[in-house]
Structure formats: C-alpha cells, structure tokens
Nanobody, 124 residues
Framework: VQLQASGGGLVQAGGSLRLSCTASGVIFGNHALGWFRQAPGKEREFVAAFRWSGGRTTYANSVKGRFTISRDNAKNTATLQIDNLNPEDTSVYYC??????????????????WGQGTQVTVSS
C-alpha cells in the first residue's frame, strides 16, 4: 500500500489549498483515513479523519469549519480542502490509513500506512 500526498504550496493568509491523498495497492473499503500535520519542532498533530465506507468524519477543533474531507471512490483518492488559512497552519501535512476504523483515530500510532507529506506554508 502506498499513499501519495500532494497539493501543498505557499499561500497568503486567508487563502485556500486542496490537498490530495491517492492510494495504490489497495481499494479503500472500511479503512480509516486520517490527515495529520507536523510543524518544525512540534509533534505530529491530528487534523481530521474519516471512515472510507461512510458514516463518520471528525476534525480537530483548531480546523473545524475551515477544513473539509471528501473522497473520490473512482480515483481512490481523499482530499482535504483547507480554507481561510492562517500562518499557524504552516506544516507538513500527511495522510495516513489503516485497514479498519478505530475509535483512537486521533493517534498517529494507530495508522499503518503513511504518505510522504506535502508542505503547506502560509504567509501573513
């Protein structure tokens, strides 16, 4: 299983980006898919997660209302729409997956597969 994250870039505060996570070697079914981010000198933090088969989407309080997860079954791709970016959102963003949903979806250690990360930089 390989995850490929893309879509990062440099944007001004208030701008938007759309991150994508495309999987190969697996067809998503009951998988959990999560997004995490890590800023320099900080621990990796939970951003959002959802169950691929539907029914549950959850966001960190710091991004709620600004970040939106969606999925494209045909392309085996999950996207993270990020709106109203602020400098505190500057991080490397990672997508991650595991074969089944977990109630401990906020913990990075729960995920078996990780993408390589994509850099998001927000200027003030």
């Amino acid at each position: 299983v390989q995850l490929q994250a893309s879509g990062g870039g440099l944007v001004q505060a208030g701008g938007s980006l759309r991150l994508s996570c495309t999987a190969s070697g697996v067809i998503f079914g009951n998988h959990a898919l999560g997004w995490f981010r890590q800023a320099p000198g900080k621990e990796r933090e939970f951003v959002a997660a959802f169950r691929w088969s539907g029914g549950r989407t959850t966001y960190a309080n710091s991004v709620k209302g600004r970040f939106t997860i969606s999925r494209d079954n045909a392309k085996n791709t999950a996207t993270l729409q990020i709106d109203n970016l602020n400098p505190e959102d500057t991080s490397v963003y990672y997508c991650a997956a595991r074969s089944t949903w977990t109630t401990n979806y906020r913990s990075a250690s729960e995920y078996d597969y990780w993408g390589q990360g994509t850099q998001v930089t927000v200027s003030s």
